[in-house]
């Protein structure tokens, strides 16, 4: 099958496979605070690491959405690991609620302080990456016309990771049980670890 995007069938494709092939995504668990105090948690599937010394993450909206703006507004913003045990608390936060409900008792979770940014992190998180912003900027198309999308890169600062989680100097991926999205309404967790090394000298070379 060959389409152009904007010309996809859709009897044969009635719902869009961007998603569901760039899949797994790893998912952002992003808790932010505006400067006047409004505190607001959300995942987002549009997330990822992009460099590791110094560490950068980033996550995007789609949409001018509160995570966007209190990140932007403040220089803030902490990325919680979305563990299993854990995910159907994660798809709570993403309930439209009425502004002012706070998304951390709504899905039944705690607020813990961290240590070098305002705002909070999830407790029950088996991780959690403090970070200030660096980069935040709305996407465009190929054409240059603005697409009402905002990307949010943040470098991480600080780490919280749950104690029980690091073995043998390592922090135990598989055990932790990560959830990533993919296509429709389908997730993914991480359960199984397989090792490769790569070609001798093709370390830091690679894009993968």
Request: net charge neutral; with cysteine; glycine share 8%.
């Amino acid at each position: 099958m060959f389409y152009e995007t904007s010309a996809r069938d859709k009897q044969l494709l009635p719902r869009d496979p961007f998603k569901a092939i760039v899949a797994p995504r790893p998912i952002g668990w992003i808790s932010t605070r505006a400067r006047d105090g409004r505190i607001n948690l959300a995942p987002y599937s549009f997330f990822n690491g992009f460099n590791s010394s110094p560490p950068i993450v980033g996550f995007s909206s789609e949409g001018y959405k509160d995570s966007a703006d209190f990140a932007r507004d403040s220089g803030e913003f902490v990325a919680n690991l979305a563990s299993f045990d854990l995910m159907q608390k994660m798809n709570l936060t993403s309930a439209p609620l009425p502004r002012g409900t706070s998304e951390f008792e709504h899905a039944g979770l705690t607020m813990a302080q961290c240590r070098l940014v305002k705002a909070p992190r999830v407790a029950e998180a088996h991780a959690s990456l403090e970070c200030k912003v660096v980069e935040y900027v709305p996407l465009k198309n190929r054409l240059g016309e603005p697409i009402d999308s905002y990307l949010v890169l943040g470098e991480v600062i600080a780490f919280h990771i749950d104690d029980a989680l690091i073995r043998d100097g390592r922090f135990d991926t598989a055990a932790a049980r990560p959830v990533a999205r993919c296509g429709y309404f389908d997730y993914s967790v991480v359960e199984t670890l397989v090792a490769m090394m790569r070609p001798p000298g093709g370390e830091g070379r690679s894009g993968a």
